[in-house]
C-alpha cells in the first residue's frame, strides 16, 4: 500500500512539474494567411474638382454649357495702413520738496492727473480702431515708506464693455528691500480704442487719467521723503488693426501681383483652346478711401498684353461703408478680350503665370472726407477675374504630369493587388502612365474617351501589384496624363470620372 | 496484480499527456462535464470525518483540435488545411469549453455538516462559422454572400465558492445540500449581437453592421451560492436516481467595470479618398477606431453564477457490472450533454468505468475512469476523456481528473 502512496506523490508532483513547464514554454507568433477581396476607394472627378469653389457651371438646355467665375485673384497689400508703432508712456512723481519725512495719511491723493498718451503716426490722423492683437505692459515703482495706491485709467481703450484699468496697491517699500515693484501685461486685443484723446477732437491720442495715493482701507501713514520717487511706465506693443477710422495720408502702394497660372512641371506641353464670351479684369476698392491705379504692365508667361488702359490714371471712389459689410464698392474693369495679342490665344499655350505691374495711391485727392476713411483689413482692395467661358474646348496633346505621395502605411505580411477601375466619362482620351519610387512598381493605360451623348463611360481597369514593403516604404507615385481632344468638344458640366479601386491579396496575420 | 497494472496505465496516460506537444492547455483546462463517481460513492462509515480534495482540466471544442488550440497558444504557423478542418468540423456554430478548477470538501459524518471550498476557471465561446472564415481564411471564398456573425459570444470568469454542506439520508433516499459564498476575482465576456458582413461578387461593394458589447471584468463580484443533490435508490429495480443543481445563486459585482460597446453599420462602394467621416484618410488617422467605440462605466448589478442541472440514473446488470446515463444543462455549455456508460468491477475493491460522451462543447467522445483504493480509508479517482485523441493533434479537446477521497469504493454492484 505504501507503494501505491509514493505512485501518486510521484504523479502528481509530475503533473504539475509538467503543467507548470508548458505554461512557461516560449511563446512565438501565431500566424495563419487570410486572402482579402475588399473595395476600398470610390471616388469621382468632375468639374467642382478642377474649379475654384466659387464658380459655376451654367448649362442652358440644349446649349453648350457655360463655365462663370467671378472670383478673387489677388488682394492688394495696404498693410502700411494702420500701423501703430509700439508706444511707451512714463510718469515719474516726485515730492517737490526737500527732506522729510512728511507723514501722509490713509485716503490720501499725491497725484491725480488726465493725459493724453500720443502715437507717433506720421501722416494718418486717426480717430478710431479695432485691434486684432496688442499689449498693454505695466510697470510701476515705489521708494515710499507707506502703502501707495496707483489706479490708472484708460477710458478710451473698452475691451468686452469694459474700459481697461490698472488698480495696484504697492507695500511700503522698506519692506521690500528699499524698492517695491509691481508689473504685468493685459492683453488688450479685440478692444476698441478711440483715438481722439482727453478733448474728444485730437487724433493718434489716447485718453489716461493717473491718480496716485494711499489706500483708505489699509491704516498706514505713509512716510514721504523728499527723495523719494513713484515710477509708472506703460508701454503699448504689438498693436495690429482689425478696423480703423480718421484720415489714412495720402501715399502710394507698389503694386506688382503676380498669379501662377500653369506650372511647367504639371503641364509641360500642349494646348487649351478657349473662347471666352466675357473675361475681365477688375479692381475692387472696399477702403472708404479714394484710390488711383496706374496699371503700368500686364504680361501672360513672357508675353507683354497691351491694353488701351495700360499706362492711364484710373480713378476709384471710396466705398460706401454707410449699410455695414459687404461694402459697396467701386470698380475698375479691363476688357481682356480686347488686348493685343488676343488674351486668351497666349493662355492657350500654358502660360505660367499672369502678372500685373503698377501703381496705387490711397487719397489721391488729398482728405476729402474730412477725416472719414474707413478700412478693415478683411476688405482690402481686390483683384478679380470675371468670365464667362461656353466649354467648347479643345485639348491638343496637354500633357499633366504629378506626384501623388504615399505615406508610408503598415500592413504587414500583405501581398496582392490594386486594381484601379476608371469610367472615363471626359470626351477626351487620356493615356495615363505612372511609377511607384522608389518601389518600381508601373503601370500604363489608355483611356477611351466617352462617345457623347447617353453612351455609357468606357471602363479601364489597371492593377498595381503592392506588397507590405511597399506600402511600408511609402515613397511617391509619379504619373504623366496625356489629354487630347478631337478638335473643339462640347461639354455639358455633367462629365465625371469614377475611379474605385479594391484591393485584392493575401494578409499574413500575425499574433505575437 | 490488475489493479496494479490498471492504476499505472492511468498514470502514465496521464503523463503522457502532460507532457505531449500539443498538450499546452491541460495546465489550464477542465472538464466539469463528469463529475468524479466517487461523489456518490457510499462512504466508509457512518462516523468520522472525511475528506475529497479533485483536480480537473478540461478542453473542449467542436471544431477546434489539438494542433489548432496549441499552435494559438504555444506559436507557428495555422496551416490552410488546419483551419480547413477546423472549418469541417463546424456546423452551425464553433463552441469551446475551457476549465479547471480545484474542490477540497470535508464531511463530518456524524454531525452530516461539511465544508466545500473550490476554485477555477469557466470559460465559453462560441462563434459562427461565417466569423471563423473571416478571421481565418478571409473573404474572398464569400464574395456575393452574406456572413452572419450573430451569436458569437465569449465568457470567462475566475469563480471561488466555500459553501457550509450537509446531508440527510435514509434507507432509499439521501440529500446533499451546500449554501455559501460565491466570489468572481476576474474575468471578461464579450459578445456580437448583431454583425453582418457582405462583400458583393465583383468586389465592389461592401455592407457590414456591427454591434458588440465586450467587458474585461475586473470589479470584485461577492454572492450567495449554492448546490444540491438528491439521491433516491429503488429497491425493487435496483435503480438509483440522481438529481442535481450546482452553482446555483447570483453575484453581486460592485460598480466600475468598463463595458466598450461598438454600433456601426457601414455600407459602401468604397471610401473617398479624404474628408471628413469615412474615408481612406480618416481611417488611418489618430483616434478613428477609438470613434467607433463607446465606453461606459457599468453600476452595480447582479449576474447569476453558471448553474448546472443533471440528471442520471444508475442501475446494475449483473453482480460487479452497472450501467449509468445522465444528462447535463447548463453551466454554460451551449448544448446539453448526455453520458452513458458502464462501471464494473477491477479485482476486489477497484472500479473502473466507460463511458460515451456527447454534447457540452464537443461531439461524441469517449470517457473512461476508475476508482482505486490507497490504503484502507482512501481512495484515488483517475479519469480521463477522450484519452486516445488528447495526445493526438486531430483530438478535439482534452479532459483529466484527479481525486483522492478519504472513503472506500465500493463494487459495481452496490453503487446506488
Known amino acids: ?512 | 496484480m490488475s489493479r496494479f497494472v490498471f492504476f499505472f496505465a492511468t498514470v502514465a496516460l496521464l503523463f503522457a499527456g502532460a507532457f505531449a506537444t500539443t498538450a499546452f492547455g491541460q495546465a489550464v483546462s477542465s472538464s466539469p462535464s463528469v463529475r468524479f463517481q466517487v461523489d456518490s460513492l457510499p462512504r466508509a462509515a457512518d462516523s468520522g470525518c472525511n475528506w475529497e480534495l479533485s483536480i480537473q482540466v478540461d478542453h473542449r471544442s467542436n471544431a477546434i483540435d489539438n494542433a489548432f488550440a496549441a499552435t494559438m497558444l504555444i506559436g507557428g504557423a495555422l496551416s490552410p488545411e488546419a483551419i480547413a478542418a477546423a472549418r469541417d468540423e463546424m456546423r452551425s456554430r464553433g463552441t469551446l469549453g475551457l476549465r479547471g478548477n480545484i474542490r477540497f470538501e470535508t464531511s463530518d459524518l456524524a454531525a452530516r455538516r461539511g465544508w466545500r471550498i473550490e476554485s477555477g476557471i469557466v470559460s465559453d465561446v462560441r462563434w459562427t462559422p461565417e466569423l471563423f472564415d473571416l478571421v481565418f481564411a478571409g473573404n474572398a471564398s464569400h464574395l456575393g454572400r452574406f456572413d452572419v456573425l450573430n451569436g458569437t459570444r465569449g465568457r470567462a470568469w475566475q469563480l471561488n465558492t466555500i459553501m457550509r454542506t450537509g446531508f440527510w439520508k435514509n434507507e432509499h433516499n439521501a440529500l446533499h445540500w451546500g449554501l455559501g459564498l460565491a466570489h468572481r476575482s476576474v474575468g471578461a465576456q464579450g459578445d456580437i449581437s448583431t454583425g453582418y458582413f457582405w462583400v458583393s461578387s465583383n468586389v465592389d461593394t461592401l455592407y457590414t453592421s456591427l454591434y458588440g458589447r465586450s467587458t474585461v471584468l475586473e470589479a470584485q463580484g461577492l454572492g450567495l451560492a449554492g448546490q444540491i443533490r438528491y439521491r433516491r435508490t429503488d429497491p425493487a429495480s435496483q435503480v438509483a436516481l440522481t438529481l442535481e443543481a450546482t452553482h446555483l445563486g447570483a453575484l453581486f459585482v460592485a460598480p466600475g467595470d468598463v463595458r466598450v460597446e461598438v454600433d456601426t453599420v457601414l455600407g459602401t462602394t468604397g471610401l473617398p479618398l479624404a474628408g471628413d467621416g469615412w474615408s481612406i484618410e480618416s481611417l488611418q488617422g489618430d483616434g478613428f477606431a477609438e470613434s467607433l467605440i463607446v465606453r461606459d462605466t457599468l453600476a452595480g448589478h447582479f449576474e447569476a453564477l453558471p448553474t448546472a442541472l443533471s440528471g442520471g440514473l444508475t442501475g446494475a446488470i449483473i453482480p460487479g457490472l452497472a450501467w449509468e446515463v445522465r444528462a447535463t444543462v447548463g453551466g454554460w455549455r451551449p448544448t446539453p450533454e448526455a453520458m452513458a456508460g458502464l462501471q464494473f468491477k477491477v479485482g476486489r475493491r477497484s472500479i473502473a468505468g466507460i463511458r460515451a460522451v456527447y454534447g457540452g462543447w464537443g461531439k461524441l467522445r469517449p470517457a473512461i475512469w476508475a476508482a482505486l483504493p490507497v490504503g484502507q480509508h482512501h481512495t484515488l479517482t483517475l479519469y480521463a476523456e477522450d484519452p486516445v485523441a488528447a495526445f493526438q493533434g486531430t483530438g478535439l479537446g482534452r479532459g483529466f481528473g484527479l481525486q483522492l477521497a478519504k472513503s472506500l469504493p465500493t463494487g459495481a454492484d452496490n453503487r446506488r
Open chain 1, 1 to 512: 500500500m505504501k507503494q501505491h502512496t509514493t505512485w501518486v506523490t510521484t504523479a502528481v508532483i509530475v503533473l504539475l512539474a509538467g503543467a507548470l513547464t508548458l505554461w512557461g514554454c516560449r511563446k512565438e507568433p501565431t500566424t495563419w494567411a487570410v486572402d482579402v477581396h475588399l473595395p476600398v476607394v470610390d471616388m469621382l472627378l468632375d468639374w467642382a474638382d478642377v474649379l475654384p469653389a466659387d464658380a459655376a457651371i451654367e448649362m442652358p438646355p440644349g446649349e453648350v454649357a457655360h463655365l462663370v467665375w467671378q472670383g478673387e485673384v489677388a488682394r492688394l497689400d495696404v498693410s502700411g495702413l494702420g500701423q501703430i508703432p509700439d508706444t511707451t508712456v512714463a510718469n515719474d512723481l516726485t515730492p517737490d520738496f526737500v527732506g522729510g519725512p512728511i507723514a501722509v495719511p490713509p485716503g490720501s491723493t499725491l497725484l491725480d492727473e488726465f493725459e493724453d498718451i500720443s502715437f507717433d503716426v506720421d501722416g494718418p490722423e486717426f480717430r478710431r480702431l479695432t485691434l486684432d492683437s496688442g499689449l498693454l505692459a505695466w510697470t510701476v515703482e515705489s521708494t515710499t515708506d507707506g502703502f501707495v495706491r496707483l489706479q490708472y485709467d484708460f477710458p478710451g481703450v473698452v475691451k468686452d464693455g469694459v474700459p481697461v484699468r490698472l488698480d495696484i496697491v504697492l507695500p511700503p517699500a522698506t519692506e521690500v528691500g528699499g524698492l517695491a515693484s509691481a508689473s504685468g501685461v493685459i492683453d488688450i486685443a479685440e478692444a476698441s480704442v478711440d483715438f481722439t484723446g482727453i478733448s474728444g477732437t485730437s487724433r493718434n491720442k489716447i485718453a489716461s487719467h493717473l491718480i496716485i495715493g494711499t489706500p483708505e482701507d489699509i491704516s498706514d501713514t505713509a512716510q514721504v521723503f523728499g527723495d523719494d520717487s513713484i515710477r509708472v511706465a506703460m508701454t503699448f506693443s504689438g498693436m495690429k488693426v482689425r478696423d480703423i477710422e480718421g484720415y489714412f495720408g495720402s501715399f502710394d502702394v507698389d503694386v506688382n501681383e503676380g498669379l501662377p497660372l500653369f506650372d511647367p512641371s504639371t503641364f509641360p506641353s500642349g494646348l487649351i483652346g478657349l473662347s471666352p464670351l466675357r473675361a475681365d479684369l477688375m479692381l475692387v476698392n472696399n477702403m472708404a478711401a479714394d484710390l488711383r491705379l496706374n496699371l503700368t504692365s500686364l504680361s501672360l508667361g513672357g508675353t507683354s498684353i497691351d491694353h488701351p488702359s495700360i499706362g492711364q490714371d484710373q480713378y476709384l471712389a471710396r466705398a460706401d461703408w454707410s449699410a455695414g459689410t459687404p461694402p459697396v464698392a467701386d470698380v475698375w474693369s479691363m476688357d481682356l478680350l480686347s488686348t493685343t495679342p488676343a488674351f486668351f490665344d497666349v493662355l492657350a499655350a500654358l502660360p505660367d503665370s499672369l502678372r500685373a505691374s503698377g501703381e496705387l495711391e490711397i487719397n489721391p485727392l488729398g482728405d476729402v472726407s474730412g477725416g472719414n476713411d474707413y478700412f478693415h483689413k478683411d476688405y482690402p482692395p481686390l483683384l478679380k477675374l470675371d468670365l464667362d467661358v461656353p466649354l467648347n474646348v479643345a485639348l491638343t496633346d496637354l500633357v499633366f504630369r504629378d506626384t501623388l505621395r504615399i505615406a508610408p502605411t503598415e500592413v504587414p505580411d500583405f501581398d496582392g493587388r490594386l486594381h484601379i477601375e476608371v469610367r472615363n466619362g471626359f470626351p477626351v482620351q487620356m493615356s495615363l502612365a505612372g511609377a511607384w519610387q522608389p518601389s518600381g512598381s508601373s503601370f500604363a493605360a489608355t483611356l477611351e474617351p466617352r462617345a457623347g451623348g447617353a453612351g455609357e463611360a468606357p471602363v479601364t481597369t489597371i492593377s498595381v501589384p503592392i506588397s507590405s514593403e511597399e506600402l511600408a516604404a511609402g515613397g511617391d507615385i509619379q504619373f504623366e496624363a496625356g489629354l487630347a481632344t478631337a478638335g473643339y468638344k462640347n461639354f455639358t458640366g455633367h462629365e465625371r470620372i469614377r475611379i474605385r479601386v479594391r484591393i485584392e491579396g493575401t494578409h499574413n496575420v500575425v499574433i505575437e
